[in-house]
């Protein structure tokens, strides 16, 4: 899977079980452990605990800031991931992460996209800052 929305994340939009302008909405990185080669890429998955009872650490940011939604396009600011913040990761590479709905719990937080490509993806974890810069362009985040 490449950038982009997973069904249930579409679904929930839909049926308004997700509200971009008021829900939290984190992001998620997983990191796998050596042995493990797959990732988050399950584009049926509809919970984070679907995408994280492999072997591996999921790790959450704060919620998105500045978040707005105009003609169907999700943008938020830019999230930068602080030094220390993957401690104990050195030399684990990122490279992919989901948004979701985050409500306290891996079973009932809703996926809603996964990034696999982007500006400074992959990102070899060594302790410095990471910033996640959404994309500038017509969809920016996303468009419904």
């Known amino acids: 899977m490449s950038n982009g929305l997973y069904n249930f994340g579409r679904e929930?939009?839909?049926?308004?079980?997700?509200?971009?302008?008021?829900?939290d909405i984190d992001i998620g990185f997983y990191i796998p452990s050596i042995l493990y080669s797959g990732g988050i890429t399950e584009t049926n998955a509809k919970f984070v605990d679907e995408i994280t009872a492999v072997d591996g650490v999921f790790r959450l940011t704060t919620h998105l800031s500045g978040k707005t939604k105009i003609d169907g396009v999700a943008d938020a600011n830019d999230v930068t991931i602080p030094s220390g913040f993957f401690a104990g990761f050195d030399g684990f590479s990122l490279g992919e992460f989901v948004l979701m709905k985050w409500t306290g719990s891996g079973a009932s937080s809703r996926l809603i996209a996964h990034f696999d490509a982007g500006v400074g993806l992959p990102w070899v974890i060594n302790q410095g800052i990471f910033t996640i810069v959404w994309p500038d362009s017509s969809s920016k985040i996303f468009k419904l």
């Open 12 to 23: 929930g939009f839909l049926d308004g079980s997700i509200d971009w302008d008021t829900d």
